[in-house]
């Protein structure tokens, strides 16, 4: 199958103000684009990216003042198929893993598993290891946070979003990342597209969505605790220890958000 996916993102801003932007996919996906991967600005701006410790594509600008739109688009081949479950996938001893893989181990701004490590312990400690307590642990967050866009917020915490129990993608991702990483599983978090494609309805308003995954049987594993399912058509975008790493924008100065939109679909290829 074929998706189309991009966005449209604006600011209005008083001065010129650096950012960061994270809206290229990762480089991972790059061998699936057809044609290029368009990023624009109106107006028209100067731009540069690199690649950052994490394996991500940046985008510096410095937006003008006034208002700014970026808008991106890009046209992917995807397998159709849903994310892997690999039941028999088995957690490793922390002494076993690679020396790259402990700093999915560490508390970080958003998973802060000091505050956290107790209940997990609580909760998961004495059943099923590797992917089953993966998998306990997706069903616990499902299960405890009620998805709800009018009470999101950029600052709420993994134990904040224990304690709240609401919340959309990334606390919901947030919290189980902070719960595996209490249990000594390695685990990161990831923003891209993710389309309805084989969702049933009712469907919400698109947006970025966030996931993760954890490191088990010598490999990374997509989990999702939002959807708590198998999903298909994921484009990732970036990966890090929580959303700081991977924000879509990041301003370094005062400006204000005046349209966002987003759209992946599916289309005939």
Known sequence: ????????????CLQPTPMLLMVSPHPSREADLIGAHEVQFDPPIP???YTDGFGNVCTRIVAPPGRLTLTTRLLAEDSGEVDAVVPDAFQHRVEDLPDEILVYLLGSRYCDTDTLSDIA?????????GWGRVQAICDYVHNRIRFDYQTARPTRTAQEAYNERQGVCRDYAHLAIAFCRCLNIPARYCTGFLGDMGAPPPYGPMDFAAWFEVYLGGAWHVFDARNNVPRIGRILMARGRDATDVAIVTTFGPCTLA???????????
């Open 121 to 129: 312990w609580a909760l998961f400690g004495q059943g099923p290891t």
């Open 1 to 12: 199958m074929r998706i189309s996916a991009g966005c449209r993102i604006a600011y209005d």
């Open 259 to 269: 349209d966002f939109a987003v759209f992946t679909d599916a289309v005939e290829g």
């Open 47 to 49: 731009w540069h990216q």
